[in-house]
């Protein structure tokens, strides 16, 4: 049986080297619609979303400061 609860940072994605400017519109179509389709499947993992949810707490802190820093 697969550990399905692993911790987002532990992942590490292979080296991908893509040209997209050597890809046709319908090679370029369907390498979209691949990446799109595993975005979604991988979100549906409650350890991914919820890392997503804490980056985006992180992000909307550190944009804030930044923001609040520049007015001053």
Known sequence: MQNYNLEV???KPSSIDVKLG????????TLARVILDGINQ???DPAIAAEY????????TK?????????K
Do not use: H, I
């Open 22 to 29: 050597d890809l046709s519109q319908n090679e370029s179509d």
């Open 9 to 11: 940072e532990t992942r």
């Open 42 to 44: 991988a979100f549906k």
């Open 63 to 71: 944009t804030a400061t930044v923001q609040a820093a520049g007015s």
């Open 53 to 60: 949810e804490r980056w985006k707490q992180k992000r909307s």
